[in-house]
């Protein structure tokens, strides 16, 4: 009914053999699998991983390692801004996305169907959120009609990429609550634009994380795993105004403040169907390779409570 998987970012030093293998020597049904450029100079954590190079894609070869673990991907994953200020460099993200999309849709003819692209929205950090909105009626269109023609879903994570000095004061991704969606979907009403869900976001931007799910049911089209911590004393101290980041914390599911047990009540609530995937951004887990091992196996033992085998 749901399948487990996780995000292919945590394991950057792994091909896609040793992705895939690792998935399923541990129970996992799915992969969300990074494909940034193969030059990518992007530093920041968990970006710049591609375990499919989508310039160079070789579909026989992607088609045989699924097949051999038994492992499906769940979606193509590429996390850049598309409405940076700098043009020239929004571009290259819009196009290489575009690369994504048909390379899933070449996925899905092989036979390993990739059903979405999951990506950011973008924001233009100068502008506020009405003329960023403008930016995205002139430039998201036409990759929405990329996935449309290529019959591939784009998922777009609720990330306010707003942790750290540089990304201030909006962040680096517009599509952030309910009302931006609102707006979004407004502008662009295809149901080929829809959600990759973070509940994790909406918990340290103080909001309800399992309304949305039954708001937004037909645009639910990939879902995160990722808990979040509020440190009640530093938030009282710094404020809702400070970078979020210094009074929160991404963390494995059932370590943060996530009500997990209405989240999955709402997604079969719903009649979700499809993948569900660890998403580790919990620094607690970073010390070394087996670290980060024990993160992906510590959340898959947490979150089996609600899935079946």
């Not at 091909?15 to 020597?25: G, N, R």
């Not at 129970?27 to 920041?44: H, L, N, Q, Y």
């Not at 992607?62 to 193509?76: D, N, Q, R, W």
């Not at 994504?100 to 849709?105: E, Q």
Request: aromatic share 10%; net charge negative.
């Amino acid at each position: 009914m749901l399948d487990l998987g996780f995000v292919s970012a945590i394991l950057p030093d792994y091909d896609l053999h040793a992705v895939l293998k690792f998935a399923a020597d541990h129970g996992f049904k799915c992969v969300e699998i990074m494909c940034w450029p193969t030059d990518s100079a992007d530093a920041r954590r968990y970006a710049g991983v591609s375990h499919i190079d989508v310039d160079n894609l070789d579909v026989e070869a992607v088609h045989f390692l699924c097949h051999k673990y038994g492992v499906s991907i769940s979606g193509l994953g590429y996390y850049p801004n598309p409405l940076d200020a700098n043009a020239e460099q929004a571009e290259f993200y819009r196009e290489h996305i575009k690369k994504l999309i048909r390379a899933a849709a070449r996925l899905g003819r092989s036979g390993a169907a990739v059903p979405v692209v999951n990506t950011f929205m973008g924001r233009n950090t100068t502008l506020n959120v009405a003329d960023n909105l403008k930016l995205v009626a002139e430039h998201w269109p036409a990759i929405v009609h990329e996935a449309e023609a290529h019959n591939v879903k784009i998922g777009i994570e609720n990330c306010p990429m707003w942790f750290t000095n540089d990304e201030w004061p909006g962040g680096k991704n517009l599509m952030t609550t309910p009302a931006i969606w609102d707006r979004v979907f407004e502008l662009i009403p295809s149901r080929a634009l829809g959600v990759n869900y973070d509940p994790s976001h909406l918990v340290w931007q103080m909001m309800d994380e399992v309304k949305p799910i039954y708001t937004y049911r037909d645009r639910l089209h990939h879902i995160h795993l990722k808990d979040a911590k509020i440190y009640r004393d530093k938030l009282d101290r710094v404020g809702i105004m400070a970078n979020p980041l210094e009074y929160h914390s991404p963390k494995l599911p059932g370590l943060g403040d996530v009500r997990w047990g209405s989240f999955f009540a709402a997604l079969t609530d719903v009649r979700y169907r499809g993948p569900v995937c660890i998403e580790v951004e919990d620094k607690a887990y970073e010390g070394s390779p087996d670290d980060v091992k024990t993160a992906i196996l510590t959340a898959r033992n947490y979150l089996r409570q609600f899935l079946a085998d």
